[in-house]
C-alpha cells in the first residue's frame, strides 16, 4: 500500500489464503523502501472464520493501521501480527483466534477486549482473559457476529468520534451505549 486505505462497515469473512492473511496482507521489502508508506484505517470490520496457514486475520509488516470497531474472531491463525509500524485500536474485540489474539507491539486507544491476554493492552482502560466474549454465530450474509444478551462487550466501548449501531440477538437497536464489536 502506497497511500490511504480506509474500509468503513465492511466484513473480511470465511476466506482461505494459502500463505499469509486470509483477511489483509500489506507486504514489505526492503527493495520496495523508495515507494513510500501507507497507512490503513478499519472502521466497523468484521474478520471472521478465515483460514490460512500461516498469520490469519490483519497482517501489518510496513503499514500503519488503526482500527476502531472491529470484531476479529475464530480465525484459524494469529488474529493481529504486527511487524516494524504502529497498530492503534479502539472499541476491538479479538477472541477465539488460532494461536493467539496479537503478535508484535499494539497501542490501545482503549475499550478493547481479548481472550488471551497476549495482546499486552492497557488494564486501565481495556479488557483481557474475557473467557465469554458473547458473540453469536457469524451470519450471512453481512458476516456480523450478535452480541448476546450478557455479552461484556454490550455498552463497553466509547462513544466519542464513532458511529455505530449495536447489534443484539433480538435485532438492531442502539441502547444508550456504545458496543464493542462490528454492529
Not at 490469519?56 to 475464530?74: F, L, P, S, W, Y
Not at 511487524?83 to 494461536?99: C, I, R, V
Not at 455479552?151 to 462513544?159: K, R, V, Y
Request: hydrophobic letters at 35%; one cysteine or more; a negative charge.
Amino acid at each position: 500500500i502506497n497511500g490511504k486505505l480506509e474500509m468503513h462497515q465492511v466484513g473480511f469473512c470465511s476466506n482461505v489464503a494459502f500463505d499469509k492473511g486470509s483477511a489483509i496482507y500489506s507486504r514489505y521489502s526492503d527493495v520496495w523502501d523508495d515507494y513510500g508508506e501507507g497507512e490503513i484505517t478499519l472502521v466497523n470490520v468484521t474478520m471472521g472464520e478465515n483460514i490460512a496457514p500461516n498469520n490469519a486475520g490483519v497482517i501489518n509488516t510496513k503499514t500503519n493501521t488503526t482500527m476502531k470497531n472491529v470484531t476479529i474472531h475464530r480465525n484459524s491463525s494469529i488474529g493481529i501480527v504486527v511487524k516494524k509500524k504502529q497498530f492503534k485500536m479502539q472499541n476491538t474485540l479479538l477472541s477465539e483466534n488460532g494461536d493467539k489474539n496479537c503478535d508484535g507491539v499494539i497501542q490501545s486507544l482503549g475499550n478493547n477486549m481479548e481472550s488471551g491476554g497476549n495482546c499486552n493492552l492497557n488494564p486501565v482502560v481495556d479488557t483481557s482473559l474475557v473467557q465469554f466474549p458473547g458473540l453469536g454465530p457469524l451470519s450471512s450474509p453481512g458476516g456480523l457476529y450478535p452480541l448476546l444478551s450478557g455479552s461484556p462487550a454490550i455498552d463497553a466501548g466509547e462513544t466519542a468520534d464513532i458511529y455505530v449501531v449495536v447489534q443484539n440477538a433480538g435485532g438492531l437497536s442502539n441502547e444508550g451505549g456504545i458496543s464493542i464489536s462490528f454492529p
